[in-house]
């Protein structure tokens, strides 16, 4: 059975998607996209603006905002990528901006204009975190993991004022309820810490443990 790689050779190799991320990010910033992708509701009624459920994560109008996307992805998303894997990843911050994005024109259907009409990937940040259940270094004596989303939403909105605040407050209940509803992928990242420390991998652990506490029945002779 192939064991785990520790974290140490995780991080060997430049995350790929993560690394993309902040390469296109940082090029629609400098090409004045930013508007052209923002979640304007009522835009979405035309059949080519769907794509703004997507893409709003994508584009950027203020820099504050630009920049701690951009600081989150090397140091939040590059260990997401590299314990979920590149097409996970990929997969998860799809699924999570579609939700955000649905979740704020809801939102702003029901009255709350507020909730949509920005664009910035902070609330993806925001949804991955809520999603996963744990934290590597995150003192869990002192302060419970759950609490580190929402000081990261206190912090965006002390540094940025994009997205609005409840575009991000979205993003979060987007990330809270896929953890509760179907649980984010994040028991690969458990098991892979595990395997750095043993050296081995958990699943040949237990099975070693059941194999020795299954009673050997001897053959009786007729």
């Known amino acids: 059975m192939h064991a785990w790689d520790p974290p140490a050779s995780l991080s060997r190799a430049l995350p790929l998607a993560s690394s993309v991320l902040m390469l ?4 629609l910033w400098l090409l004045g996209a930013g508007p052209s992708l923002r979640l304007a509701p009522e835009l979405l009624t035309e ?3 769907v794509h703004r459920l997507l893409t709003h994560a994508l584009g950027h109008t203020a820099l504050p905002g630009l920049l701690l996307s951009l600081l989150l992805l090397p140091t939040l998303g590059w260990w997401q990528e590299c314990h979920l894997g ?14 955000t994005g649905l979740l704020a024109v809801l939102l702003a259907g029901l009255g709350l204009s ?7 990937y902070m609330p993806v940040h925001l949804a991955m975190l809520a999603g996963q259940s744990y934290y590597p270094g995150w003192p869990q004596r002192t302060l419970p993991p759950w609490l580190l989303p929402w000081l990261l939403l206190a912090l965006t909105l002390l540094l940025s004022s994009e997205p609005p605040f409840l575009q991000l407050l979205c993003g979060l209940l ?10 984010l992928p994040v028991a690969g990242a ?26 050997s029945h001897p053959r009786q002779s007729g």
């Open 190 to 215: 458990l098991r892979a810490e595990t395997a750095g420390v043993t050296g081995r991998c958990p699943l040949q652990d237990s099975g070693r443990v059941l194999a020795t506490e299954t009673p």
């Open 174 to 183: 987007a990330g809270l309820a896929c953890r509760c509803r179907w649980g």
């Open 24 to 27: 296109l990010l940082s090029c």
């Open 47 to 49: 059949p080519w603006q």
């Open 86 to 99: 590149t097409l996970r990843f990929l997969h998860n911050s799809a699924v999570l901006a579609l939700a």
């Open 114 to 120: 507020s909730a949509a009409g920005g664009c910035g």
